[in-house]
């Protein structure tokens, strides 16, 4: 799929919000940051900024929804034929080649994305991201009376393991994410026999 010039700025704007955000309140910390701090750190008008993000929270915490909606999608977009699981580790192995880090990127977002004033948005943005899996793991599951329970069931322990799997590998450096993915699925399966 090919994205036009203007789908392809606005990208770079959301961006280059983002990476402002997270350089800022690595500089001066998460509560002295403002929204015009960013707008101004990353050359837009504070109108613009409100195109793109309704809160600061949500531009330093951009990543994450990025990472998580494109997981959606990869999901989608596997082969009809794969079982789920086959369909998440095959969208596990090229989102992680698709999100190459930037390590002194990753190194400042690493301190700034737990911090607890940032911790709503992050619920809200992983909550959002188990409804998106939970309708693509329907579309994969044999139709039956427990389909809609059984997808938001396996969409909330994916999601549990994706979210474990990125903040060990944040905090281990760990560069082979899709292996800690398969330990995290297999202890999933082998801790409720």
């Known amino acids: 799929m090919t994205t036009g010039l203007r789908e392809r700025k606005k990208a770079a704007t959301r961006q280059s919000l983002h990476d402002a955000a997270v350089l800022l309140a690595a500089e001066h910390g998460v509560e002295s940051l403002t929204v015009e701090a960013i707008a101004d750190a ?8 409100s195109n793109y993000f309704a809160s600061k929270e949500q531009a330093l915490l951009h990543h994450d929804r990025a990472r998580t909606v ?12 794969e079982s789920l699981m086959a369909a998440v580790i095959g969208a596990a192995e090229q ?10 990127q990753e190194e400042r977002y ?8 940032l911790l709503p948005e992050l619920v809200a943005t992983y909550a959002a991201a188990e409804r998106d899996l939970a309708v693509a ?17 396996l969409a909330a322990t994916l999601l549990a393991a ?3 799997v990125g903040q060990t590998a944040l905090e281990r450096r760990e560069r082979d994410v899709v292996d800690l993915l398969r ?6 399966r082998e801790g409720f026999r």
């Open 137 to 153: 793991a329907e579309e994969r599951l044999p139709a039956g009376p427990d389909t809609p329970l059984r997808a938001q069931v």
């Open 183 to 188: 330990q995290a699925l297999a202890i999933t």
């Open 95 to 104: 989102h992680s080649t698709e999100f190459a880090a930037d390590p002194e």
């Open 162 to 164: 994706f979210r474990v």
């Open 70 to 81: 494109r997981l959606v999608e990869l999901i989608r977009a596997r082969p009809a034929r």
């Open 110 to 117: 690493r301190t700034l994305r737990l911090h607890p004033a």
């Open 42 to 49: 990353a050359t837009v008008s504070r109108r613009t900024f």
